[in-house]
């Protein structure tokens, strides 16, 4: 299992930008595939962006395409989420998440470790 740690949430107004970041320990981050998803009130869990173990691939949900960039430092055991362009419906609690398969879908049930969570809040 490995540790995450989610940071950079916070209030900003619409149009502005949050880069969020995801600390791991424990085992090899690099040997992990890992993601971004997002929950807002009432609703369920959603797929953000994954990136695998190197970075070399990504992919996003099509709410986010072109706004948002996910990224990873394996030196520093850290991934990150740049939200630029954001929008009220981008408001919600940030997770990130592990997944030990070589391939990780947008699937939660592919994601065996998770963080504690981020507070997304965007004004209009």
């Known amino acids: 299992q490995v540790q995450l740690v989610e940071s950079g949430g916070g209030l900003v107004q619409a149009g502005g930008s949050l880069r969020l970041s995801c600390a791991a320990s424990g085992r090899t981050f690099s040997s992990y595939a890992m993601a971004w998803f997002r929950q807002a009130p009432g609703k369920e869990r959603e797929f953000v962006a994954r990136?695998?173990?190197?970075?070399?691939?990504?992919k996003y949900a099509d709410s986010v395409k072109g706004r948002f960039a996910i990224s990873r430092d394996n030196a520093k055991n850290t991934m990150y989420l740049q939200m630029n362009s954001l929008k009220p419906e981008d408001t919600a609690v940030y997770y990130c998440?592990?997944?030990?398969?070589?391939?990780?879908?947008?699937?939660?049930?592919?994601?065996?470790?998770w963080g504690q969570g981020t507070q997304v809040t965007v004004s209009s």
């Open positions: 998440a592990a997944s030990p398969l070589i391939v990780a879908t947008a699937e939660v049930s592919d994601y065996g470790s």
């Open positions: 990136i695998n173990w190197s970075g070399s691939n990504t």
